[in-house]
């Protein structure tokens, strides 16, 4: 019915502490009537719920909004295509007029596949994200399986390829403006090589199934007549 005082003291007592650990049950009212052994432990949860409260909004505080990153992609894209406008025009300017007009139809003959192939992929998103905003499943109506690529996975294809297709061509006009000949010629044959390596790249990254489906895709298209299995 009684406590026990040795029991009560054995908890204050220093030998029963870690080293290095303050005692806080002793420090917290000792002396005030109604205070208990049970009380002096109520301190350290509390303080162990702010530390691990505090944290979530620390990350926020770190982490940029949303809106300010787009902000930002945008700015930097609207960087970039300045630039390409201005050193392409630039470099057309210099040349002579007999001279700039087989140039300009040697450039659209290299850049002109790789342009249109970026449009499609633009407008596939768009016809994905149509689908996506409607009833209709497309993913039953065209066999898809379940890791078939979004409209927003297109996007993102189609924005790198955007990118890199103009800044290729900047460097050709900028090159081959330049006297640079057989440099300016280089960026056209690399940029195709770029494409197919990635088209035929074996590892597991950038939508390895998808590329594979792609590419089986074109084979089918290029010898129609084979045998199924």
Same mark, same amino acid.
């Given at each position: 019915?009684? &406590?026990?005082?040795?029991?009560?003291? =054995? %908890?204050?007592?220093?030998?029963?502490? $870690?080293?290095?650990?303050?005692?806080? =049950?002793? +420090?917290?009212? /000792?002396? &005030?009537?109604?205070?208990?052994v049970?009380?002096?432990y109520?301190?350290?949860?509390?303080?162990?719920?702010?530390?691990?409260?505090?944290?979530?909004?620390?990350?926020?505080?770190?982490?940029?909004?949303?809106?300010?990153?787009? #902000?930002? $992609?945008?700015?930097?894209?609207?960087?970039?295509?300045?630039?390409?406008? $201005?050193?392409? !025009? +630039?470099?057309?300017? #210099?040349? %002579?007029?007999?001279?700039?007009?087989?140039?300009?139809? &040697?450039?659209?003959?290299?850049?002109?596949?790789?342009?249109l192939?970026?449009?499609?992929? !633009?407008?596939?998103?768009?016809?994905?994200?149509?689908?996506?905003? =409607?009833?209709?499943?497309? /993913?039953?109506?065209?066999?898809? +399986?379940?890791?078939h690529?979004?409209?927003?996975?297109? !996007? $993102?294809? %189609?924005?790198?390829?955007?990118?890199?297709?103009?800044? %290729?061509?900047?460097?050709?006009?900028?090159?081959y403006?330049?006297?640079?000949?057989?440099? /300016?010629?280089?960026?056209?044959?690399?940029?195709?090589?770029?494409? /197919?390596?990635?088209?035929?790249?074996?590892?597991?990254?950038?939508?390895?199934?998808? #590329?594979?489906?792609?590419?089986?895709?074109? !084979?089918?298209?290029?010898?129609?007549?084979?045998?199924?299995?």
């Open positions: 019915m009684f &406590e026990n005082p040795s029991v009560i003291g =054995s %908890s204050h007592s220093p030998h029963l502490r $870690k080293p290095g650990a303050k005692s806080v =049950s002793s +420090d917290l009212g /000792a002396g &005030e009537p109604g205070n208990s049970q009380e002096g109520v301190f350290p949860f509390v303080v162990g719920e702010m530390k691990v409260s505090s944290s979530p909004m620390h990350t926020a505080a770190i982490m940029p909004s949303p809106t300010f990153l787009w #902000r930002f $992609k945008v700015l930097w894209f609207l960087i970039w295509a300045f630039t390409c406008c $201005k050193i392409g !025009w +630039d470099s057309v300017m #210099r040349m %002579s007029v007999d001279l700039r007009d087989l140039f300009l139809y &040697e450039a659209f003959l290299y850049y002109n596949p790789l342009l192939v970026t449009m499609m992929v !633009w407008l596939w998103g768009v016809c994905l994200w149509v689908f996506s905003q =409607s009833t209709i499943i497309y /993913a039953k109506i065209f066999d898809l +399986d379940l890791n690529l979004t409209h927003r996975e297109i !996007w $993102k294809c %189609s924005i790198w390829m955007t990118v890199i297709v103009p800044t %290729s061509m900047t460097a050709y006009l900028y090159l403006s330049h006297g640079e000949v057989a440099l /300016a010629a280089s960026q056209p044959v690399m940029l195709y090589v770029a494409v /197919a390596l990635v088209l035929i790249f074996p590892f597991d990254i950038f939508y390895f199934s998808s #590329r594979y489906f792609f590419l089986r895709t074109l !084979w089918r298209i290029a010898f129609p007549l084979q045998a199924s299995f």
